[in-house]
């Protein structure tokens, strides 16, 4: 799907007023958006697992996740002006590491990507958010190294980096 269809697929999605028939159809597209970001995401969830062992050889965690649809329509309709094809937590992977100072180390082992498009980069922990979430946030788009990729291009993918107790937190609230 073109990126235009797949923005006015969100923007009928978050006011919920289509008809029955319109909103399988964009649930449909939606649905393939998401799924496309699976690819990309194996990608960054592989890097990132070698990395974390790099930095904390006593077993790291490292999961990866696509958005549930739910989440993506609850975030359309939450927040004005949000776009489908623009959404940066689509695709997502998570290290948790056993200090903050190891989430740090691994951080920083991202400054020397140059291989991914650098999109941004939130620390969570220096300036935690109001309700006391601590982690890192870098988020990446995608940049192929074969043609037959070119689908996946730009595709975002965001990363968090958390240490345990932080983990155990935010899983907690």
């Known amino acids: 799907n073109s990126k235009s269809r797949v923005d006015r697929a969100g923007e009928r999605l978050a006011k919920a007023e289509a008809s029955e028939e319109q909103r399988l159809l964009d649930v449909e597209v939606m649905n393939n958006w998401r799924a496309a970001h699976a690819y990309p995401l194996n990608v960054f969830q592989m890097t990132l697992r070698n990395r974390a062992w790099s930095v904390d050889s006593r077993s790291p965690n490292v999961v990866q996740r696509l958005k549930r649809a739910t989440s993506i329509e609850n975030k359309l309709g939450n927040i004005p002006g949000m776009k489908l094809s623009r959404m940066e937590d689509i695709g997502g ?41 601590r982690s890192i946030h870098l988020v990446y788009k995608y940049v192929p190294t074969v043609d037959w990729l070119e689908a996946f291009r730009g595709l975002p993918v965001e990363i968090q980096l958390r240490s345990l107790p932080q983990h155990r937190w935010a899983t907690a609230v």
């Open 93 to 133: 992977c998570r290290a948790i590491v056993r200090l903050a100072k190891r989430v740090y180390t691994l951080a920083d082992l991202y400054k020397e990507e140059g291989y991914h498009e650098f999109v941004r980069r939130r620390d969570y922990i220096r300036e935690p958010k109001e309700d006391g979430y």
